[in-house]
C-alpha cells in the first residue's frame, strides 16, 4: 500500500484511501471542484478533483475510495491531483491500514488476556469471563478491534483491549504485594471494567458515541452486561456478584469523575488506581508522540493541569 506518509512530489499513485471529508467548493471562474481529506492509519492528505468528468464516480465522505492522480505540491504541502475516483467495495480493504491503530499485536494481546482468564481460580468468575472472551466469538472479535475512547487515551483501533490489558496487568501486580486483595474478584472485575465501551462507542471509521452511550454510559452499560450474564451462570453467588457490579460501578474512582459510586471495597480502589494510572500514562504518551520532534516545554495541558515536557 502507498502509505500517505511515504507519498513525495510527483509521484503517480493509484491506492484506495479513506475520504475523511468532502467539500463542493467553487473556483474563482464559478467551476465546481472537490476538496478532499484522505486518510489511512498514516495521516492525511489534501485532496482534489478539479475536473468532474465521467471518471469520477459518485461517493461520499466516510467512503473508502479508490483514486489514481499525481502528488503535487501547494503552499509547501503536498496534494493529491485526482483525475479518477471510484467508492471501494467491501473486501477491497482493511479498516486498520487506515484507522490509527495499536502498536502492539492485537492477536498477541488478546492471547495474553486470556491467559488472565486461565488464572481465575473461582469457577463462577471464570465461567463469566469464558463467555464473553472464549465462547462469544462476535463479541471478541468487537472487543479486539474496538477503542477505549473517542478521544484522551487508547482512541484507536485495539485500544480497548491494549488499555484492559494493561490495566489487567497493574491489578495483577497489586495482588502480588497486597495479599489481602481477592486476586480472582480483582482479575475478573479488571477484565470487565470497560466492556460496555464495545456499545457505548460505534465502530471505526465512526467512533462516536451511540445512542445508547449517550443515555446510559459505559459503566452502567458494563454492569448490565455482567448482571446478564452472571444471571445465566446456575449457583453464582449473589455476594460475589454484587462485589464485582461494585468494582465496575466504582472503577472512576470518584463521583465527579463519572463514577455512581466511589470504592467502598480494596478490590475497587485497585481497580480504580490503575484505570486511571493507565489512563494517564497513555494520555502523557499521546501528548509526547504529537511532538516527536520537541524536546522543550510543550505548553500546559489540561487533562494533567501542568506545563509538560519529556525527559531529555
Known sequence: MNYINTLHEGDNISEIYFCKSKIVAQSKAGKTYYSLTLQDKTGTIDGKIWDLSNAIEHFEAKDYIKVSGQITSFNNSLQFNIKRAQRADEGQYDVSDYMPTSDYDIEEMYSELTGFIGSVQEPHLRKLLEIFFIEDTAFAKKFKLHSAAKSVHHGFIGGL????????????????????????????????????????????????????????????????????????????????????????????????FGSPKKPGLMEAMALSYADDTDAKMESFKEILNSNPDNNDWLGFQKTFESNVRRTV
Do not use: W
Open 161 to 256: 483491549l491494549e488499555h484492559t490489558l494493561s490495566v489487567t496487568r497493574l491489578c495483577d501486580f497489586y495482588a502480588k504485594n497486597y495479599p489481602m486483595l481477592n486476586r480472582d474478584l480483582l482479575i475478573t472485575a479488571s477484565i470487565c471494567h470497560d466492556i460496555g465501551k464495545v456499545y457505548e462507542l460505534s465502530d471505526f471509521p465512526e467512533n462516536d458515541y451511540t445512542d445508547e452511550g449517550n443515555l446510559l454510559g459505559h459503566i452502567v452499560m458494563g454492569t448490565m452486561m455482567v448482571r446478564d450474564k452472571a444471571n445465566t451462570i446456575e449457583g453464582f453467588p449473589h455476594t460475589l456478584l454484587g462485589q464485582l457490579e461494585h468494582c465496575i460501578l466504582a472503577h472512576h474512582g470518584k463521583l465527579e
